[in-house]
């Protein structure tokens, strides 16, 4: 039994590894690492030893650890009032939806507040469904090489093979998958700008096509499946085509907002305004779990003289709120959100240096603090070192042996079968990423010794 300050941690381990799930993987080849602290960019395991948090755990801490204003707050209203029924206001409620007025895509006028990333795209997709119910437009259009979530409708939404593991049990009905706008490896086996951005024009062929279809949801800047940056006329062409279609374009930015790519929101980078915007992890920098739905005046006004069948117990909960109100605050007063940008470029050059000394690395690409560093077993061919099929069935991949090796330096980052996912704090130094990224370069020899010609 694990009794609290007298445990060891092979105990503490054990109970975490034979008594909860850990996430996306084979339960039996979990060895979890225990972490007792963690401070600024740094966090620190069991045994002292500190690291780097060079992905912000999961593209969440946007803030750094410890932030004392958002701890404070947090204190604060426990103090006062630690919860209350959503069907009750709250002045922390009118609090935050003030500070959203002010950073969020203008058009953007009512929110609702859930838990995580998952249930704001959830809202998205039944908030659509609802207003087009008469018409029965209720199909939706996600991309291949997307993650919205975990549960019925998002993991549908999802086109990685998250969705593809749970499928065989039935999937939410009304999805459409279409290509994405990975350059890196078109679709379509053409080259930019030659290819007149056809990733973009096929959201026209797809809602033509299919016909019924009520919404398009993207992540503006790709997350976990490799932070693809798409082509500057990308978002825009998808706006126009779906303002044409009477189409809602709901933009995923879970991971994508709050400075992580050098502005508020990923689409501000284009000028695109979405008709809802989903969001959670930097909205509290992760300090509790807080998601966010953002609609334009079409959707509040059909509520407003139209039953919203939707809700949560959690829903609007004062504790989250209040950290959502500090985390606003700090991007805010410490200019967090141009920072990135700055920083930004300098990740971006350290990164791209490593392409000369290192064969196994394909494409190194991103945006603000937001990078991915994908490797291949041959350039030539672009040949990933792993695949999905690899990841499922719990087969050792090329990058967590590297990720390994810089944990052993005292760096963090996350991984996803061939890629790194590259996304610090937005508090890191210009010396802190330099470190870091010294720490890789050394890591990639592991890699460099397994291409082939």
Known sequence: MVEHGKASTDSIAEVNKNLTYGTWRIQGQWKPLIVTDAEGVYFTDSSGKKYLDFSSQLMCSNLGHKNRNVID???????????????????????????????????????????????????????????????????IISRYNSYHGSTGASVGLTGDFRRIAIEATGSFPGIVHVPDPYCYRCPFGLEYPDCGVACADYFEYAIKSE?????????????????????????????EITRQHNVFLVADEVMSGWGRTGEWFAVDNWKVKPDILTTAKGITGAYVPLSLTATDRVLSEYFDDHYFAHGHTYEAHPLTLAAGVAAVSEYQERSLISRSKALGEHLGRRLRELITRHPSIGDVRGIGLFWAVELVKSRQRKEPFNTYQDKLEGKPLVVDKIAQAMMQKGVYVSTWVSHFVVAPPLIISESEIDNAVDVMDESLSIADKEVVA
């Open 73 to 139: 707050a947090i204190k604060r209203q426990a103090d006062t009032l630690p919860f209350v029924s959503p069907a009750f206001g709250t002045e922390v409620r009118a609090k935050l939806a003030e500070k959203l007025r002010e950073v969020l895509p203008q058009n953007l006028s009512k929110y609702f507040f859930a838990t995580s990333g998952t249930e704001a795209n959830e809202a998205a997709v039944k908030m659509i469904r609802m207003y087009y119910a008469k018409e029965g437009k209720t199909k």
């Open 211 to 239: 016909g019924n279809v009520g919404g398009v949801i993207v992540e503006p800047v790709t997350g976990t499946n490799g932070v693809i940056v798409p082509p500057k006329e990308y978002m825009p062409m998808i706006r």
